[in-house]
């Protein structure tokens, strides 16, 4: 349910716009919702319906940086708000992760083929590999918008196919010869399907709304409660009946 709690207030927003002069409501609040309503029809629709698909995220995060960026020649406030916001979500732009975008059918050939020449010539980056691409205050306001997926490949995103334990024999092949290339479509096949999840602190935040102050204010009880309702939710995801058999077969 934490998912949908965004897209509720979204839909919420649309739906009271669209209705607004069937409700009593001040034109401050009109220009709100049609702020809010704007930029979600023109930037967010696409990039939250494609959200959980690994192969997409990384080439679709950055088009949706651009897009915010863009989106400055419509509202200044709402842009530099989604800015902030997105550029601290930025998984799928690391070293290792961004090759995910190789498997991606919308990506250009051009920008594969420059991805596969860094991943054998590139050794610029430090050694170590992030878990979130974090952008400087100098390439926000300068260089980011202006980057292309290769920009975020180098020799250590070799590592991805490694931990997947994948054929990499493709990569020595043509681009354009890909699709009927074994090793590649094996590999499309295993890559296609992970997928895209960074709402881990997302779980937590909904986790403490919920019972904050419910059942007990004492912080070490309150705790103990937490790993517990984890902790159920672990054995009963659901509340369907199969999974309770499961659970206490006869």
């Not at 995103?157 to 997947?164: G, I, Q």
Request: net charge positive.
């Amino acid at each position: 349910m934490h998912q949908a709690r965004w897209m509720a207030r979204a839909i919420y927003a649309i739906k009271m716009f669209l209705l607004k002069d069937q409700i009593k409501i001040s034109a401050k609040d009109k220009r709100a919702l049609q702020d809010v309503s704007l930029f979600i029809a023109t930037s967010y629709v696409k990039p939250w319906l494609q959200c959980n698909m690994a192969v997409k995220a990384p080439n679709q995060d950055l088009c949706f940086l651009k897009t915010l960026k863009r989106y400055e020649a419509i509202d200044k406030v709402i842009s530099k708000a989604a800015l902030d916001k997105f550029c601290k979500h930025l998984w799928y732009l690391t070293d290792e992760v961004a090759i995910l975008a190789i498997f991606d059918d919308e990506l250009d050939d051009e920008v594969k083929i420059r991805m596969i020449s860094k991943l054998e010539y590139d050794n610029e980056k430090p050694c170590h590999l992030e878990k979130r691409y974090v952008p400087s205050k100098q390439e926000i306001a300068n260089t980011l918008f202006t980057k292309c997926l290769d920009d975020f490949v180098s020799t250590k995103s070799k590592h991805l196919f490694t931990r997947l334990k994948i054929d990499t024999s493709f990569l020595s092949v043509p681009v354009l010869m890909w699709s009927q290339n074994y090793a590649y479509l094996n590999a499309k096949s295993k890559i296609s399907t992970l997928r895209a999840v960074n709402d881990t602190a997302e779980r937590a935040v909904k986790l403490m709304q919920d019972f904050h102050g419910l059942i007990t204010a004492d912080e070490e009880q309150k705790q103990f409660l937490l790993r517990c309702v984890q902790e159920h939710r672990k054995l009963y995801p659901d509340c369907k009946k199969a999974t309770l058999r499961k659970m206490y077969p006869k």
